[in-house]
């Protein structure tokens, strides 16, 4: 094997030196290369060199080249030309040219030249996760040191360029004229961070002198003294830089000001303030929280001081707070286990003084809930408990209802497993369910007194406004199909009420006044009813041989019920009789009113209900290129009429009849919602028990929306982003400006009537808005969002935002010319890697709360 090798580097070796001479010498030096336990197994382009360890290499140096090898045997050198390639454990390089040198250890690595002078094949290397491009390099495989000329490398998410780079046996890098950048452009980023010095500990930080900030080669007036960049995959902790703009209200401002700070694996915590230059000033605090398959969650609090006004006219100050928490449990942490919290507890003032978002501003009632559920007897008993809050940030009122604890057993069929033919009572069953509600109904500001969290001046005891009770409730039911077509389901209902307390009303008749007497004490209610549903579906089809209709379908859907049920306005059930007022009038009252709870019903009820539901679809004939294509309508997806009658009422028996229903138009791309709600009964000064000929219209309204560019409505899909990056994405479409269509208008309408009174004036609102963008070029885009109120003839909230895109940062302005909120803002940020390839930008209003 040796001689075979011999020969094939004397040919080698006679072809490089022209002489074969040589050969006596290259056989000579062959023996002193065997003394150094050099074992040159071939000469090919590809070729593997074994290196004891005491010379200093640890594994195989494995070199190849397309063009040529050649061997300097007396220098112990190897030059490689054209796409040079050496692997050495985990170091990888190629190149146009490398030279290795197995006397001083030293790689050198260069590019190939063109005829005109440009580079070919620069330099890249890698030594496990590490690599950078260059220019020109020199590295040493014993010290590991290495020196390279114009380097362009990889750290973590951002980029990092020098003229010159020293590498020391650490894995430390020193770069000089360097250039830190996020942006993917390596030849002309688009911003950059420029520091004469770096230096870079690899998964750890970046460390640079006096730096400053260049944006499409702009020095901007950003500078920094010196900087510490995290470098570390994962969390990273840092600077949240703020947005700078001006409100009519509070003067100009830097809002969302702070610090960004990783707790550990499943943890992170920021907080940011704003400042107002007239006095106002804000504390923002969120954290959010994760663990694969056990759960997730937020938590964030806000407080805003703010002040309004001007010192020569009055300044008026708000407190503002809001505190939201929610946390959901993973289904597969805990199998049978279900726990999850929605907390979203303001100030009254808080969403008109503190958010841009119209619907927000608007908002009048939000609510809170904690849930825990289990299951036993293998999910044949459920409990669930928690607490639920109810704000009216209108009246300033709050439910508050702590605990809530239900208790269901789930319907049980006994006699399903009976050997009996008939189906009817093997279908039969019943199910349990039991409701425990505590409740407090107070004004906001009383709440944390009563509840011991501030000095309760007013002297509210809680047991007092505390209302409680249980329901139980017991169905009973079955289902079977009647004559192959009809599906018939008798049911009788149960409902029993527990009481902890009551509330009696007695008129004193010294006093000319009512009087109230409270007793803590057990009582009980109930009532029950029963009936029958018949329902089945009816369809009808109509198909054209000619035209372009195919066919039309239509499905009825109806429905007939007969429910029956006693009067309990019963003295058994907690009812009296007792005068109210001066004249003498008397009421027949409930001693369980006011305790949270349900009460027994006294309207005595033996009514037949009715319910018809629609849908109408249509197949329509399309010719396209490719042929006849069929494609299918949806005329009127649901379309629903409801009412019934009441045969044993003194009066009035007969129900609203209510209309309500919703269809798309056009293709699709417009949906349309409609209701109405019609009294039978004439009204004069008062409604009178006597038919109306048609009906009075009590209510209706229509709502119709569309986006007139489909391609806005489609879902982005990226490669870069997480799945809950894209969910969120595509679940507000309307926070985000898409570069990549041309234009987005989304309309709505809402018309709204209303009469309940005749004698009143009649109720009509309409309001029609709009928002949208326009791409004005490549890289700018304008939004817009407004509207208009017909009743008050008042423009909608109206804002306007200019955004720049340029690929790895961002640019935006946004003003609200008109109204309250009267302000402007301006934003320059770098984009994330996400949103960078989806060529979307946020929109600033969605960050300000």
Not at 30 to 40: D, G, S
Not at 91 to 101: E, K, Q, R, S, Y
Not at 328 to 342: E, I, L, R
Request: hydrophobic share 35%; proline share 4%.
């Amino acid at each position: 094997m040796f001689l075979n090798q011999s020969k094939v580097i004397t040919n080698l070796v006679s072809k490089i030196f022209c002489k074969p001479s040589f050969v006596h010498i290259f056989l000579w030096i062959l023996a002193v290369f065997a003394h150094l336990n050099i074992h040159a197994q071939s000469l090919s382009k590809n070729d593997t060199l074994k290196i004891d360890n005491k010379n200093g290499l640890e594994f195989p140096v494995d070199y190849s080249a397309d063009d040529s090898v050649i061997l300097d045997l007396p220098n112990k050198t190897v030059y490689l030309f054209g796409n040079a390639k050496i692997h050495y454990g985990e170091i990888n390089l190629d190149a146009g040219f490398i030279i290795v040198n197995f006397e001083n250890k030293d790689i050198i690595a260069k590019p190939f030249y063109d005829s005109i002078g440009s580079p070919i094949h620069l330099p890249h290397f890698s030594d496990g996760k590490d690599q950078f491009t260059a220019d020109s390099m020199k590295y040493n495989f014993s010290t590991k040191k290495a020196l390279v000329y114009n380097t362009r490398t990889v750290q973590g998410e951002g980029f990092v360029f020098g003229e010159k780079t020293y590498k020391d046996a650490q894995n430390n890098t020193y770069v000089k004229h360097a250039r830190y950048t996020t942006c993917n452009d390596s030849i002309n980023p688009h911003f950059y961070i420029y520091a004469k010095k770096f230096k870079v500990i690899p998964n750890k930080q970046l460390v640079t002198g006096p730096a400053n900030l260049l944006i499409a080669g702009i020095n901007t007036p950003l500078f920094i003294p010196f900087g510490f960049f995290p470098l570390q995959k994962g969390q990273k902790r840092g600077i949240i830089f703020p947005t700078y703009g001006e409100t009519q209200d509070r003067g100009f401002y830097l809002r969302n000001f702070g610090y960004y700070l990783p707790l550990g694996k499943y943890f992170d915590l920021s907080s940011t303030a704003d400042f107002y230059f007239r006095g106002s000033f804000g504390i923002h605090i969120n954290s959010n929280y994760a663990k694969r398959y056990k759960f997730r969650g937020n938590f964030a609090f806000d407080f805003n001081h703010n002040k309004f006004g001007e010192a020569e006219n009055g300044i008026s100050i708000s407190d503002d707070y809001s505190i939201k928490w929610n946390y959901s449990m993973d289904a597969k942490a805990h199998p049978g286990q279900f726990f999850n919290a929605s907390l979203n507890y303001k100030s009254p003032n808080y969403n008109r003084n503190n958010t841009f978002q119209q619907q927000t501003i608007a908002q009048s009632t939000i609510q809170s809930t904690i849930n825990y559920r289990t299951s036993f007897f293998n999910n044949n008993f459920n409990i669930s408990t928690g607490a639920r809050v109810t704000q009216n940030l209108s009246t300033e009122m709050v439910d508050l209802s702590f605990p809530e604890l239900n208790l269901n057993v789930p319907r049980i069929t006994p006699f399903a497993n009976l050997n009996i033919k008939n189906q009817t009572i093997k279908n039969i069953g019943f199910s349990y369910n039991m409701d425990l509600k505590n409740s407090l109904l107070m004004k906001q500001y009383n709440l944390t007194p009563t509840l011991g969290f501030e000095k309760n001046i007013a002297g509210i005891k809680l047991l007092d406004s505390l209302q409680s009770s249980i329901v139980h409730a017991i169905p009973i039911s079955a289902s079977f199909k009647l004559f192959k077509y009809f599906q018939l389901n008798p049911f009788f209902n149960y409902n029993e009420f527990w009481y902890f307390r009551t509330k009696t009303l007695s008129w004193d008749t010294i006093g000319d006044s009512l009087t109230t007497s409270i007793k803590n004490e057990f009582n009980r209610g109930y009532m029950f009813s029963s009936g029958i549903s018949l329902s089945t579906q009816i369809f009808g089809l109509a198909q054209f041989k000619k035209g372009k209709i195919q066919a039309i379908r239509h499905v009825l859907i109806p429905s007939v019920s007969f429910d029956i049920s006693p009067n309990f306005e019963t003295k058994t059930n907690g009812f009296y009789f007792t005068q109210t007022d001066t004249s003498g009038k008397i009421e027949k009252l409930s001693k369980y009113t006011g305790t949270g709870s349900a009460i027994p019903s006294g309207n005595k009820r033996a009514a037949v209900g009715f319910n018809i539901g629609n849908n109408l679809e249509m197949k329509w004939r399309k010719n396209t290129d490719t042929g006849l294509v069929v494609k299918k309508i949806k005329i009127i997806e649901t379309f629903n009429i409801s009412g019934s009658y009441n045969f044993i009422a003194d009066s009035f028996n007969l129900s609203n009849i209510n209309f309500n229903g919703n269809s798309s138009v056009f293709n699709g791309k417009v949906r349309v919602n409609y209701s109405c709600n019609v009294d039978p009964y004439k009204y004069t000064s008062r409604r009178i028990n006597q038919y109306h000929k048609l009906g009075r219209i009590v209510s209706a309204g229509i709502s119709m929306s569309t986006n007139l560019n489909p391609q806005a409505q489609r879902k982005k899909t990226s490669s870069y982003a997480t799945e809950q990056e894209l969910n969120l994405i595509n679940s507000f479409p309307q926070n985000f400006i898409d570069f990549n269509i041309p234009w987005s208008l989304q309309l709505s309408y809402n018309l709204s009537y209303s009469h309940t009174n005749p004698t009143l004036a009649k109720d009509l609102r309409q309001s029609f808005t709009f928002n949208g963008d326009i791409k004005l070029s490549q890289f700018w885009k304008i939004g817009f969002a407004s509207g208009y109120d017909f009743k008050t003839k008042d423009i909608a909230l109206t804002k306007i935002d200019f955004y720049r895109d340029l690929h790895c940062w961002e640019f935006s302005l946004g003003w609200i010319p008109v109204g309250f909120m009267r302000s402007y803002d301006f934003t320059i940020r770098v984009k994330s890697s996400t949103l960078q390839d989806l060529k979307l930008t946020r929109r600033n209003f969605w960050f300000d709360n």
